[in-house]
Nanobody, 120 residues
Framework: QLQLVESGGGLVQPGGFLRLSCAASGFTLDYYAIGWFRQAPGKEREGVLCISGSGTTRYLDSVKGRFTISRDIAKNTVYLQMNSLKPEDTAVYYC??????????????WGQGTQVTVSS
């Protein structure tokens, strides 16, 4: 069965960095797009970055120049490198598998999420 497991979250100071991992099983990354989404308390879920065989998509302008998405086909894993973190980046981060291309996640398979807290 298709499964996604996020890891790498934690507590970090403003200006710090984290790398999140999304480990996929039951399918190959070659035929799916993998997006990172986040949801902060009291806020709607928002897309961050997405990667597919066609390239990358940025959903959120506020992460430009700070966050990078990548994938390792051999490990069947997608990463989110987060640099220059800000308190407003605090959220639960989820990865989602979508057929064919990057989308809004409404028809996606989801992982369990990993908490990122940016605080001084």
């Amino acid at each position: 069965q298709l499964q996604l497991v996020e890891s790498g979250g934690g507590l970090v100071q403003p200006g710090g960095f984290l790398r999140l991992s999304c480990a996929a099983s039951g399918f190959t990354l070659d035929y799916y797009a993998i997006g990172w989404f986040r949801q902060a308390p009291g806020k709607e879920r928002e897309g961050v970055l997405c990667i597919s065989g066609s390239g990358t998509t940025r959903y959120l302008d506020s992460v430009k120049g700070r966050f990078t998405i990548s994938r390792d086909i051999a490990k069947n894993t997608v990463y989110l490198q987060m640099n220059s973190l800000k308190p407003e980046d605090t959220a639960v981060y989820y990865c989602a598998a979508m057929r064919s291309r990057c989308g809004d996640g409404r028809s996606a398979y989801w992982g369990q999420g990993t908490q990122v807290t940016v605080s001084s």
